[in-house]
């Protein structure tokens, strides 16, 4: 089964850009998160969808970050314009279920350094 | 916002012990609780689950959960140098399917 794939796997950007990331999660998983990991700290949960829509994006910056998830699949995740304190480890991953004991498979993060 | 509290460390054990790692968290409502396992430079890995009271064993490693104090622990028992990482405890609530993460505890074992 293949795992969370994620691209870019880096990224370099001057403030003020934009970025894009993008995540495919295992096949068949219904719950996929996106999540920020600053150095040093724990995931932090930006938002999350059950199918292609949102269940919780109440971390979400939502002035210059937007993510949406087409057709219940593949996820993508941007940042317009973009900060100094947006250098982060942005982590997708996926649930096969949306209720129930089950866990989360986390892709290879994009490891994103803004200058 | 749930919290969940670890002690960050760094925790650090000769090869051989027993390493403990601890974890709080605040929402009573929280329903599964979660090892993960970080590799600098890595995304995390899942090592435990546990749902219920009580320990749960998987080879090296024990979880212990104790809902009424609001508490779990991982133990590694017979620890090695490669026990080396960061271990990260989650939390997930019933309601809403979300997962709070905490800040990691860095293990060292010293061979």
């Known amino acids: 089964e293949a795992g969370v794939a994620q691209s870019p796997r880096y990224k370099i950007i001057e403030k003020r850009q934009s970025v894009a990331f993008w995540c495919n999660p295992i096949?068949?998983?219904?719950?996929l998160y996106w999540y920020q990991q600053i150095l040093g700290q724990g995931p932090k949960l930006l938002i999350q969808f059950q199918n292609n829509g949102v269940v919780d994006d109440s971390q979400l910056p939502k002035d210059r970050f937007s993510a949406e998830r087409l057709k219940g699949v593949d996820s993508t995740l941007k940042i317009q314009p973009a900060k100094l304190e947006d250098s982060a480890v942005y982590l997708c991953?996926?649930?096969?279920?949306?209720?129930?004991?089950?866990?989360?498979?986390f892709g290879p993060g994009t490891r994103l350094t803004v200058l | 916002q749930k919290e969940v509290e670890q002690n960050s460390g760094p925790l650090s054990v000769p090869e051989g012990a027993i390493a403990s790692l601890n974890c709080t968290y605040s929402?009573?409502?929280?329903?599964?609780f979660f090892w993960y396992r970080q590799y600098s430079g890595k995304s995390p890995e899942l090592i435990m689950s546990?749902?219920?009271?009580g320990d749960k064993e998987d080879g090296r490693f024990t979880a212990q959960l104790n809902k009424a104090s609001q508490y779990v622990s991982l133990l590694i028992r017979d620890s090695q140098p490669s026990d080396s990482a960061t271990y990260l405890c989650?939390?997930?609530?019933?309601?809403?399917?979300?997962?709070?993460f905490g800040t990691g505890t860095s293990l060292t074992v010293i061979p």
């Open positions: 096949s068949g998983h219904a719950t």
């Open positions: 546990i749902y219920s009271n």
């Open positions: 929402d009573r409502v929280s329903q599964s």
């Open positions: 991953a996926s649930s096969p279920r949306p209720r129930g004991a089950y866990t989360q498979y």
């Open positions: 989650a939390v997930r609530t019933n309601t809403g399917n979300q997962f709070y």
